[in-house]
């Protein structure tokens, strides 16, 4: 879903050109989502309750959780998205305001926002919850007697990760464990089909992230030097992204003599680069994701690109952080290995390079467990129905108020 069809709006700005003109139909407060009409065609018989997203406008974090929102309007779901100015004094009592128009039941904020929703259940009564970020909810959030009064407030908690979840349980207590979710961010199996062996090519291995420290892409390059050194094959590698490292992989590509093997691209899935990265995953034979930690830009979730590469039949290659090892069960769906261990990982790439029935056997495990245990529809219906059991506490706490 592209953002360009989509009219946002902010408080007291004028409205973009391309928004209707009864502000009735789109309010210039609320992001309606245009979904298409094969999506909307039940909607009127499981009609769902009006539920408001509060959001920071971080374009870079945005995509998957429009994504979500999209499988709950899929669910029948009435979201308005509100996106949070803080350069904008009493945008709290503004959401408020708008939530009591609108008959608003609940509320989901991001930890970025937590503390907005919370603003606004004072003024309203209205409920709310949010989703973690990371794996460690502490490190980039509020601190922690501000993230347990969050959490005590909220009808319930998403946490992206089973690791994420342990940390805040450990910090909250048992007694919030019933009101801690694990629901992982998933991936849609329908956009990413299966491609198998036989259309890819036996010697690519892909990389693909952002271009920065974390992604651990210096140790891949190391590695396929070990390997041209020790193996009479050709191999190549790509690595799709973008960012600051750039220049530096560049520099160490021609430092080990690797021009001829190592190419750094640009491919983007929402964008109309080509090649795009599904293009990529479709022909390489190994990804590799050889992570020092998790890069800023998965929010503490799970890499949507690992993801994509096991619902398409791509072995992956990673490091055993966590997370990690809460998808790849090493041997089994993938490989995982110590970070920043060059050695360690081309014997790992080595091993699925040269053994095309391993490949196989991991790529058809993976796309299993993808289907099985990551698919963003299934996962967004949990998240439909805790949303659906908080929209209803609320009615029959209303009635009762009355």
Same mark, same amino acid.
């Given at each position: ?69 999209? !499988? ?14 803080? @350069?904008?004094?009493?945008? $709290? +009592?503004? =959401? ?12 989901? $904020? ?5 503390? &907005? ?23 980039? #959030? ?5 993230? +347990?009064?969050?959490?005590? !407030? ?13 940390? %805040?349980?450990?910090?909250? #207590? ?8 694990? =629901? ?15 259309? +890819? ?6 990389? $693909? ?6 992604? #651990? ?8 030097? =070990?390997?041209?050194?020790? *193996?009479?094959?050709?191999? *190549? ?18 430092? *080990?003599?690797?021009?001829? *093997?190592?190419? %750094?691209?640009?491919?983007?899935? !929402? ?11 479709? &022909? ?17 979730? /799970? ?9 398409? #039949? ?13 998808? =790849? ?25 040269? @053994? ?13 467990? &993808? ?6 529809? /299934? @996962?967004?219906?949990? %998240?439909? +129905? ?5 929209? &209803? !506490? ?9």
């Amino acid at each position: 879903m592209s953002t360009s069809r989509m009219p946002v709006g902010r408080p007291h700005a004028p409205p973009p050109p391309y928004l209707p003109p009864d502000p009735k139909s789109a309010p210039r407060s609320v992001l309606r989502l245009a979904t298409d009409p094969a999506r909307r065609s039940d909607k009127k018989d499981r009609k769902g309750a009006p539920i408001g997203y509060v959001l920071n406008r971080d374009v870079a974090h945005l995509k998957p959780v429009l994504d979500e929102i999209l !499988e709950l309007e899929r669910f029948g779901f009435d979201v308005h998205v509100f996106f949070v100015d803080r @350069n904008f004094p009493g945008y $709290a +009592r503004w =959401i408020a305001h708008e939530v009591s128009e609108r008959r608003i039941e609940h509320l989901h $904020a991001h930890l970025a926002t937590v503390d &907005v929703a919370r603003h606004v259940k004072r003024l309203t009564h209205i409920g709310y919850s949010f989703t973690l970020a990371g794996p460690n909810p502490f490190a980039a #959030g509020p601190d922690l007697t501000s993230l +347990r009064d969050h959490a005590r !407030e909220a009808d319930f908690v998403v946490a992206p990760s089973e690791t994420s979840r342990r940390e %805040l349980l450990s910090a909250m #207590g048992p007694a919030m464990a019933g009101r801690v979710f694990r =629901i992982y961010r998933g991936v849609d199996v329908e956009r990413f089909p299966f491609s198998p062996e036989a259309g +890819r090519q036996a010697d690519a291995i892909l990389a $693909a992230g952002p271009l920065v420290q974390a992604s #651990g892409f210096d140790d891949l390059i190391d590695a396929i030097a =070990i390997l041209r050194d020790r *193996r009479p094959e050709r191999i *190549r590698l790509t690595i799709a992204g973008a960012g600051p490292s750039a220049p530096k992989l560049k520099a160490t590509i021609t430092a *080990r003599h690797l021009e001829d *093997r190592v190419e %750094l691209v640009a491919a983007d899935n !929402e964008s109309n680069t080509h090649p795009t990265l599904t293009d990529l995953m479709r &022909v390489h034979a190994i990804m590799a994701l050889p992570y020092r930690r998790l890069p800023g830009s998965c929010d503490g979730a /799970v890499p949507a690109v690992l993801l994509e590469a096991m619902a398409m #039949g791509l072995p992956v290659v990673s490091t055993s952080l966590d997370g990690m090892r809460e998808i =790849i069960d090493d041997g089994w769906n993938g490989r995982l290995i110590t970070p920043r261990q060059p050695h360690w990982l081309a014997g790992a790439l080595e091993t699925l390079l040269d @053994n095309v029935r391993l490949r196989v056997r991991i790529a058809t495990n993976a796309r299993e467990d &993808v289907e099985q245990s990551f698919n963003q529809a /299934v @996962n967004a219906s949990e %998240l439909a +129905r805790l949303l659906s059991m908080a929209a &209803v !506490e609320h009615r029959t706490c209303a009635r009762e108020v009355v």
